[in-house]
């Protein structure tokens, strides 16, 4: 299964962004997918997954912005964006896991928030 992120660009603070992460292959096989993103010179850090049962964890950063969801038909899973702050730019990469597989990842996307 390969994994390709889309919706990514540059905005001004305020604006909102749906990210979309296009699976090849069936994800409902995944224990949890969700969304990372790097910012340029540091780690990669968490931003919001979910589980197959439908449990979701948001970063603090994300809580009240960010909401993560999937759909299982189209093989999508989503990253809505809302009030953006310049401090969210970084490439936002999309992952799915199970115990067969492992941890897939996409290529990325970069999301680009100006003051």
């Known amino acids: 299964v390969q994994l390709v992120e889309s919706g990514g660009g540059l905005v001004r603070a305020g604006e909102s962004l749906r990210l979309a992460c296009s699976a090849s292959g069936s994800i409902e096989a995944f224990g949890h997918m969700g969304w990372y993103r790097q910012a340029p010179g540091k780690q990669r850090d968490l931003v919001a997954n979910?589980?197959?049962?439908?449990?979701?964890v948001t970063s603090n950063f994300g809580k009240g912005r960010f909401t993560v969801s999937k759909d299982n038909a189209k093989n999508s899973l989503y990253l809505q964006m809302n009030s953006l702050k310049p401090d969210d730019t970084g490439v936002y990469y999309c992952y799915a896991w199970n115990s067969t597989l492992g941890t897939i990842w996409g290529l990325g996307t970069q999301v680009t928030v100006s003051s």
């Open positions: 979910i589980y197959s049962s439908g449990m979701m």
